[in-house]
T-cell receptor, first 112, second 115 residues
Framework: DAKTTQPPSMDCAEGRAANLPCNHS???????VYWYRQIHSQGPQYIIH???NNETNEMASLIITEDRKSSTLILPHATLRDTAVYYC?????????????FGDGTTLTVKP | NAGVMQNPRHLVRRRGQEARLRCSPM?????VYWYRQLPEEGLKFMVY????????ESGMPKERFSAEFPKEGPSILRIQQVVRGDSAAYFC?????????????FGPGTRLTVT
């Protein structure tokens, strides 16, 4: 699986958009970009995933660059409860490749 | 629809004992993954199972660790003769299908403490 690079930490003001970058410059055509978060040692929570198009759901938006070498997770209106470690992961599309390879992630701190 | 269930949530074992961790996937999910998170570290993949089959055990230590996902019942991660270094949070995830087009849903984890 391709390796991802994320900043170790970020701060965001409550109510503002949080933009979390991820670099995956070695991503291949059959790899999805996934985002999870882990709040204070709880189980990781799925946020969103995409292949090459931008995606949006009730939690967040995922913007993937045209060359697919980087992506940004956007939390449109961050709240204190969004304080967590955010993991960007790439996963191979096809069978027998179920595992996710987690890096160190970005610790997002939302401040009042 | 209940989420992924793991039990026990906390488990304390003395060195040399056996630890059995259970994972019940979400309804309709037949793919189970186990991950380990050591204190202050990220999650590390251990093993990927489908019903009655181990698909990928590349992250599992060769000795003392085993996993199964029987036709009926939960998936079991078994650690024999536990040592202090096994103290960690063990997370199980499930998905409805195979491959990266299916998201994985994680359980709350089992925190194993070896004394």
């Amino acid at each position: 699986d391709a390796k991802t690079t994320q900043p170790p930490s970020m701060d965001c003001a409550e109510g503002r958009a949080a933009n979390l970058p991820c670099n995956h410059s070695t991503i291949s055509g059959n790899e999805y970009v996934y985002w999870y978060r882990q709040i204070h040692s709880q189980g990781p929570q799925y946020i969103i995933h995409g292949l090459k198009n931008n995606e949006t759901n009730e939690m967040a938006s995922l913007i993937i660059t045209e060359d697919r070498k980087s992506s940004t997770l956007i939390l449109p209106h961050a709240t204190l409860r969004d304080t967590a470690v955010y993991y960007c992961i790439v996963r191979v599309l096809y069978t027998n490749a179920g595992k996710s390879t987690f890096g160190d992630g970005t610790t997002l701190t939302v401040k009042p | 629809n209940a989420g992924v269930m793991q039990n026990p949530r906390h488990l304390v074992r003395r060195r040399g004992q056996e630890a059995r961790l259970r994972c019940s996937p979400m309804k309709g999910h037949s793919h189970v993954y186990w991950y380990r998170q050591l204190p202050e570290e990220g999650l590390k993949f251990m093993v990927y199972l489908q019903k009655e089959n181990i698909i990928d055990e590349s992250g599992m230590p060769k000795e003392r660790f085993s996993a199964e996902f029987p036709k009926e019942g939960p998936s079991i991660l078994r650690i024999q003769q536990v040592v202090r270094g096994d103290s960690a949070a063990y997370f199980c995830a499930s998905s409805p299908g195979q491959g990266a087009s299916y998201e994985q849903y994680f359980g709350p984890g089992t925190r194993l403490t070896v004394t």
